[in-house]
């Protein structure tokens, strides 16, 4: 069975732009959830979807939206980039919810903002 | 509100030792707590997942016990070797379905 596919795995772009990230989950599963990881924050929840719908959402700005297709792929959407959105951005599938079903990582999309 | 805690933050010891890294949790009513490793610029790998009703689960060389009532959660290795080197997180599983993240240990294991 694949893992879970991030693509691309990097990204540089300049502030101000937008950037559009994309998550192939393992087949059959249904929740995708994304994350921000950085050394100085660490892991940091941004959001969840679950059979399309968005079931959670961590404590970021408006700037950072998602999204789930009826194949349960996601994409996560940056607008108006800043330098502070460096970082590893990972996402995980799970056969159920994130939180009652093992996660599944991908290798992450490394963006450099500049 | 469900605070996870993994001290300490690194760890080092020499090949072929057993050790043991520590969550703590602050709220007991936890649904399950799942550990993973995550090797640098890597994703994070799934370790292992206890249920609020199990006490313990193993895998090869790794045993991860729960004690919801202290609010603890042990990671075991036996016989350490350098590819275990890593770090170490562990995430709580609320009533919502929420996982709730500790900052990690990193593991070093020397040769």
């Known amino acids: 069975k694949a893992g879970v596919t991030q693509t691309p795995r990097y990204l540089i772009k300049t502030r101000g732009q937008q950037v559009t990230l994309s998550c192939s989950p393992i087949?059959?599963?249904?929740?995708v959830s994304w994350y921000q990881q950085t050394p100085g924050q660490g892991l940091q929840f941004l959001f969840e979807?679950?059979?399309?719908?968005?079931?959670n959402k961590g404590n970021f700005p408006g700037r950072f939206s998602g999204r789930q297709f009826s194949n349960s792929r996601s994409e996560m959407n940056v607008s108006t980039l800043e330098l502070g959105d460096s970082a590893l951005y990972l996402c995980?599938?799970?056969?159920?919810?994130?939180?009652?079903?093992?996660?599944?990582f991908g290798n992450g999309t490394r963006l450099t903002v500049t | 509100k469900q605070e996870v805690t993994q001290i300490p933050a690194a760890l080092s010891v020499p090949e072929g030792e057993n050790l043991v890294l520590n969550c703590s949790f602050t709220?007991?009513?936890?649904?399950?707590l799942q550990w993973f490793r995550q090797d640098p610029g890597k994703g994070l790998t799934s370790l292992l997942l206890?249920?609020?009703s199990q006490r313990e689960q193993t895998s090869g060389r790794l045993n991860a016990s729960l004690d919801k009532s202290s609010g603890r959660s042990t990671l075991y290795i036996a016989a350490s070797q350098p590819g275990d080197s890593a770090t170490y997180l562990c995430?709580?599983?609320?009533?919502?379905?929420?996982?709730?993240w500790g900052a990690g240990t990193k593991l070093i294991i020397k040769p």
């Open positions: 709220d007991s009513a936890i649904y399950n």
């Open positions: 995980a599938s799970s056969l159920n919810v994130q939180g009652n079903s093992p996660l599944h």
């Open positions: 087949s059959g599963h249904r929740s």
């Open positions: 979807y679950f059979s399309e719908t968005q079931r």
């Open positions: 206890i249920q609020s």
């Open positions: 995430a709580v599983g609320d009533s919502n379905y929420q996982l709730i």
